[in-house]
């Protein structure tokens, strides 16, 4: 697998930083998920768990193993720190400073393993007048411009409903320390990378962004209308709505030539995506007397021939249904040994010749104890004095 | 740099493939962006360009060379043939088949480089039902289940502003292509890396998909209210509104302690977050009474102090103003030497010891023609013939 050999310690735990090493683990790296004994990733109690186990912590955490120990006790930053000089990476979500109060700044990590790469997920970057702050997705959503160009004009700004920053911000760092080990390779030096809520969230406002900043104009928030491209959006189909996307001119003549209205195409006021942008109500009430005829069904079969973009909203049950979501995997089973069956996401990246696979179920809490620490060197006294202590 | 001595192809144009290369870019990767003579990427001339340049795609061009050049020729394909036996990796967001019609396929990609990284964007993925479908956006977001969650109750589903899904797939894919080198590094072989709009889209369904996989149970639109955690979402200060996130029963604990509101904690209906969840209203308006007595500025500064994410909604002009945005220089101004002052979206990996930086500005089309085709050993009297054939 591609990432084959490379051993990941991850502090992390929620949402973004166990999304970060979840590819790590799904690319083959191999994850050691290190937890508080006793209480463990607070998201192994969110989310439903019909068999005892949280669905929602599994897709994060499947193909890592978990260690559980007191990185409070000296006991447990002595094992940590035979963990790291045995590792290539090393990820945390604390607030900036906590990894150098417990011991573990970026100098005391080079001390204990120069190459290693240091990745950090924060809410607002490592240093600047917020670093200290407490962040959370919502938050930075609010903070990052995103929310005001989100919604419905006339209508209060909206966040999107996933927690879309931690997760662009695992992503991300995920990137960022695969980029750090393409660069371990050249240069044998280690590295740290950092990553935040917010500007990954700013780092997605694409055009929204841009315009501002060549016109110093605030965005609209334009709702299910694109806000470059016109005609574009959802239309009324017999049955139901559509949404269609002529990307650009060519498309939008498919478009006009499949509906029958290829006259519009003299008609001054729609000649160009501007003209059409400004009279864009009188556009979409064109097509939508063509679209009403007919159900969505055919809109989407006939429309797709042509090579307009078209689909419909599905749920998520018709989503997870659809004949390609099937086909592209992204709903996986596991059986997990204790609880049975649990469904995850499938992967987003898909390798030709080696691709991803799950090849170990979610960890039970501190389920790798024993096998990480004996790895390590541990024995079994060892072990036994660190369970009598509570540290594991 | 990062990627320091990789060669990138970069077939792509719009948003997904121009995104993922300018992480390959702005991490040191040469990108060489292919474009058509006389046309180029089609964003070239989207969005505003007061100094005749986009900034749309200044943002997504930064740092990358460009041919143009016509592959629709022999000797055009003749030239990508040659930069290919150069490169280490390949990008292309066509439809499924065009690579292979043009000659291009997988097989003749590893006749030319065996060891060459070559990936896909697409829009529904390389096979399957839907493969041949032309894709975009808004279909991607509709499709994949986001949108039917996304919005408010009570209203029709709602897209996100940004092109959400094209550039999650951008993300995706080069995190992609960074670990198929990473791969290459340790067995010398080549890859395939494939990613899709409407995939990528439905592998952020985070908690959504997991809670309908665990129940059957549709995922309701919740808006701005959390849909695992209570309170949480904006409340009403004296002078307008403020997000809080209180994350967990520790945090929810500190935010009534600095309202005053300690006595909650004893209150039946409250007891935990499945309560307060369920009495959502109560509590929300409970919270409200205290929160509207004094303005945004306060709570910003007296919450995040005792340790609640608290922040409130920021428009783009104030996102980029807030001194944090600026402290991590998520907005960058680029000098072009025909266009003066491009401003573009910062860095959201950062690199302690070795940073992304801008070392070139957004190419004009085919400004680097001769300087590449040069280095491919082709001599003044083969390039000046390509011109007169209108092949570059």
Not at 305 to 310: F, I, K
Not at 317 to 335: S, V
Request: contains cysteine.
């Amino acid at each position: 697998m591609q990432l084959q050999g490379i051993r990941v310690i991850d502090l992390t735990r929620i949402v973004s930083g166990p999304f970060c090493t979840m590819f790590l683990a799904d690319m083959g790296a191999e994850v050691i998920k290190i937890e508080t004994p006793g209480k463990g990733d607070p998201v192994r109690k969110q989310g439903e768990s019909p068999n005892g186990f949280s669905y929602y912590f599994a897709t994060f955490n499947r193909n890592k193993r978990s260690l559980a120990i007191d990185l409070r006790s000296e006991e447990g930053k002595d094992v940590l720190r035979k963990l790291l000089a045995t590792a290539d990476v090393v990820v945390n979500n604390f607030r900036p400073g906590v990894m150098e109060t417990m011991g573990f700044g970026r100098e005391a990590l080079r001390q204990i393993k120069p190459d290693l790469v240091s990745c950090n997920l924060t809410g607002f970057g490592l240093d600047g007048p917020y670093a200290e702050r407490p962040s959370f997705d919502f938050i930075a959503q609010a903070m990052s411009g995103f929310m005001s160009v989100n919604g419905d004009e006339g209508e209060p700004p909206m966040r999107a409903a996933p927690p879309i920053s931690d997760l662009l911000s695992g992503m991300y760092a995920a990137m960022g320390i695969m980029a750090a080990l393409l660069r371990r390779e050249r240069t044998g030096q280690g590295e740290e990378v950092t990553t935040s809520l917010t500007d990954s969230m700013t780092s997605v406002m694409s055009f929204l962004a841009s315009n501002y900043f060549a016109t110093g104009k605030l965005p609209a928030r334009t709702g299910n209308d694109n806000a470059l491209v016109s005609p574009y959006g959802m239309f009324e189909a017999a049955d139901g709505q559509v949404a269609l996307a002529p990307s650009n001119d060519g498309v939008y003549a498919k478009l006009l030539a499949v509906l029958g209205l290829d006259h519009l195409r003299e008609r001054p006021e729609f000649l160009n995506n501007k003209l059409r942008f400004q009279n864009r109500k009188q556009i979409n009430a064109e097509i939508n007397v063509k679209i009403g005829e007919k159900p969505i069904a055919h809109w989407i079969e006939v429309l797709n021939q042509a090579g307009v973009p078209c689909g419909r909203v599905l749920n998520v049950q018709e989503a997870f249904d659809d004949p390609q979501t099937q086909h592209q995997q992204m709903r996986l089973t596991i059986q997990h040994p204790d609880h049975g069956r649990l469904d995850v996401l499938g992967f987003p990246i898909k390798f030709t010749d080696d691709p991803c696979k799950v090849y170990r179920p979610p960890p039970n809490l501190g389920g790798d104890n024993i096998g990480v620490l004996t790895e390590l060197g541990l024995t079994n006294e060892a072990i036994d004095a660190l369970k009598a202590k509570g540290v594991i």
